[in-house]
């Protein structure tokens, strides 16, 4: 709990930076103007070195072991699952479903998949779940409870997508959020595995296996 609370102080102002951040990348009124996938490689740097900065065991929170892998790689398949079907519901009920999810397949533009993989899979993915789960979720729930911890990460990951004005963006946020915090929520020892299955997740929906 001393721990928790004494990491609590920098959660505010990283939280802030990663709002301003994700509003550049994904206001109308800013994104246009910036390189998107510049900024979002700079931003998850900048989100990995605030949670080391501010909680330097970060990275040293949970213990890598082999069984993340699989379990990481099931939960990225579920979580496409799960997107999948959401989609098609989605695209029967809602007129203006499909085309906000393939403005959000637009993001990637005319850049090599070979590249978008790798940025996704070992830079994207692992910064935000190091960030939201390792160091917000984690220093959250040790300075009030779990539960709140979970329910106010969930809220400001969900949150720092609004600006995009992009519905199926911010409900992809708080469907993959909510699943990953209530797994890290029930399970804080296998933040490696959220880790694995936010890279293989991103890597899978958005180049590898479309939808």
């Not at 909680?55 to 040293?60: A, E, I, L, V």
């Not at 007129?95 to 959000?104: D, H, K, L, N, S």
Request: with cysteine.
């Amino acid at each position: 709990m001393a721990a928790g609370r004494k990491c609590g102080a920098g959660v505010p102002a990283a939280v802030i930076a990663a709002a301003v951040l994700w509003t550049v990348m994904f206001s109308p009124w800013t994104a246009p103007h910036v390189d998107f996938w510049l900024m979002m490689s700079c931003s998850a740097l900048v989100l990995v070195s605030l949670a080391t900065f501010f909680r330097p065991d970060t990275w040293r929170s949970a213990r890598l072991k082999w069984t993340d892998f699989v379990l990481g790689a099931v939960i990225a398949a579920v979580l496409w699952g799960v997107f999948f079907a959401a989609d098609r519901i989605s695209s029967m009920i809602f007129g203006f479903a499909r085309p906000q999810v393939e403005m959000i397949y637009g993001i990637k533009g005319d850049t090599d998949p070979r590249l978008l993989s790798a940025l996704l899979l070992l830079l994207v993915g692992p910064a935000e779940e190091l960030f939201w789960r390792g160091y917000v979720q984690r220093t959250l729930s040790e300075k009030w409870n779990a539960d709140a911890g979970a329910a106010v990460t969930l809220a400001a990951y969900t949150l720092i997508h609004v600006p995009s004005w992009n519905f199926m963006l911010v409900g992809a946020a708080f469907v993959a959020g909510l699943v990953w915090g209530l797994i890290y929520r029930l399970f804080p020892e296998r933040l490696w595995a959220l880790v694995i299955s936010h890279a293989v997740w991103d890597a899978a929906v958005f180049v590898w296996f479309p939808i």
